[in-house]
């Protein structure tokens, strides 16, 4: 060895030993020239998850200790971690007859998108927000939330969570109500009441405003996103047609993290691409996905991830998808883009 290669090793062991890292031999792997998300693109199946979740309500109690009954969505690419994506989490939660998930709350916020069953409410600061199958309930970041199933049969729905993007910013915080329910307000749906008729519900595309704050409103209902989506689709005749829920308020994303939408898709979709990481849920209809150029069909029940910056196109005789993204954090912070790719 050259007396230069001997200075040099000197030179990097004393430099590890004083905890600092050379940026010239790890600069390729952090400043890549677009996103290379470690998560990758995947499907769950509806008809593996939802036996699966059967057999959770069967064999685990959902009391204190055992908690949410939540199946997460583990991406195979984040090594073990319960993540759908590196930024967002997904799951499917299952609630039996007259079961109650205790009440508490965290500073993620968090989505449910209904997928099947009746009788349940998601209890979000004391108001009790019925849930029906393609309804969007949100329970924005240090709400109190407890889930009540006052029904005969089991519930299934869909959990969107922040939870990775507030762990990356180390600003998790939970704490358990002091009991398993929190009161109920009466009548329910007092969030309804006051805010639905207060602005739009919904817009087409995607919100381009921003907000601090959650939505006042706290359930969509799937009759109106339906609507909506109808009269989009025969406005624009277009094979793909989406609205984002808004808060009625301010008409940004329903939560500052999270972006929530609804598609249409008959027929074939043209392939797009976005910074950041998107989850889909398949309400109704059966077709087909194209990530990267890897296909992935789907039916209802089915979920899926596209990591940031893949393209992606939907093609269907006619299903209707619901997603979530994290584009509100990206907007605020003037990184946001989407474009279309050949
Ligand atoms: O229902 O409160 O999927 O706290 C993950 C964490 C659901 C919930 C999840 C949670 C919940
Ligand atoms: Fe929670």
């Known amino acids: 060895m050259t007396t230069e290669t001997v200075r040099l090793d000197e030179f990097y062991a004393d430099l590890a030993r004083a905890d600092l890292a050379p940026l010239w031999n790890i ?38 200790g055992g908690e949410r009954r939540v199946l997460s969505l583990a ?23 007259h079961e109650s998930a205790p009440a508490h709350r965290h500073t993620p916020g968090a989505i449910r998108f209904v997928l099947d069953g009746r009788g349940v409410f998601t209890t979000v600061d004391g108001d009790a927000c019925d849930m029906r199958p393609g309804d969007l309930v949100l329970t924005p970041g240090w709400a109190w939330h407890d889930h009540t199933n006052t029904g005969n049969g089991p519930m299934f729905w869909f959990d969107g969570l922040d939870l ?8 998790v915080f939970f704490e358990e109500y002091p009991a398993l329910q929190q009161p109920q307000q009466e009548p329910h749906n007092r969030s309804e009441t006051t805010h639905a008729s207060r602005g739009s519900r919904t817009v087409p595309g995607r919100s381009e405003r921003l907000d601090p704050s959650p939505s006042p409103l706290l359930v969509y209902r799937r009759e109106d996103t339906d609507a909506d989506l109808t009269r989009l689709a025969g ?49 109704q209809g059966a077709g087909h996905s194209v990530i990267a150029g890897e296909r992935f069909d789907w039916a209802p029940g089915d979920m899926f991830v596209v990591p940031s910056w893949l393209p ?31």
């Open 27 to 64: 600069t390729e792997h952090l400043l890549t020239p677009q996103p290379r998300p470690r998560a990758v693109p995947w499907l769950w199946r509806g008809d593996v998850l939802r036996p699966l979740a059967e057999r959770a309500i069967e064999l685990v109690p959902v009391e204190r």
């Open 75 to 97: 991406n195979p690419g984040l090594g073990g971690r319960p993540y759908a994506a590196g930024t967002l989490w997904g799951a499917l939660q299952a609630l039996g007859p």
């Open 164 to 171: 990775p993007m507030i762990e990356a910013l180390d600003g």
């Open 235 to 283: 406005e624009s005749g277009a094979a793909h047609v989406s609205v984002e829920f808004v808060n009625p308020r301010s008409g940004a994303s329903v939560l500052p993290t999270l972006a929530c939408h609804m598609h249409r898709v008959s027929g074939d979709g043209t392939a797009t691409r976005q910074s950041g990481n998107q989850i889909f849920v398949v309400y």
């Open 312 to 342: 992606v196109s939907h093609h269907a005789a006619g299903a209707d998808l619901f997603s979530i993204d994290d584009s509100p954090v990206l907007r605020a912070i003037g990184i946001f883009r989407r474009e279309a790719v050949a």
